[in-house]
């Protein structure tokens, strides 16, 4: 009995899908374990000396910002072809991150003292 070509087509089709999908699983684990980690360290610098608990506020907003800035431009690479709306919700977050993170450098500088 001979195969379908169209079912051998759609099976290398979903073979194909199939390994995509386990690649931005893939990275999408190692980008948790890097945030996780860096949240460990954030939260055991802060540990080391109670009085850097304005440090520690500032470094987790820096954190957020960070991650959620890689988080869209990780989305960017791997949806290539996305709609226009996710494109324009997605640069409306980055603009709102940017945002943050210019309060946060404000913020910084002002509880120096400067």
């Known amino acids: 009995m001979t195969e379908d ?3 051998k ?3 290398l089709e979903y073979d194909k899908l199939k ?3 386990t690649q931005r699983i893939g990275f999408r684990d190692n980008l948790l374990y890097v945030t996780l980690g860096l949240f460990g360290t954030i939260v055991s610098f802060a540990a080391s000396n109670w009085a ?3 440090d520690q506020l500032i470094l ?3 954190t957020f910002v960070v991650s959620g800035i890689i988080a869209l431009i990780s989305f960017w690479v791997l949806v290539p072809g996305s709609g226009l ?3 324009i919700l997605g640069g409306v977050e980055l603009l709102l991150l940017l945002i943050l993170g210019w309060e946060i450098i404000v913020y910084a500088t002002l509880a120096n003292g400067r």
């Open 9 to 11: 087509v759609g099976l």
């Open 19 to 21: 390994a995509e999908q």
């Open 85 to 87: 709306a996710i494109n």
């Open 60 to 62: 987790d907003e820096i």
């Open 52 to 54: 850097n608990y304005i």
């Open 5 to 7: 070509p169209i079912i």
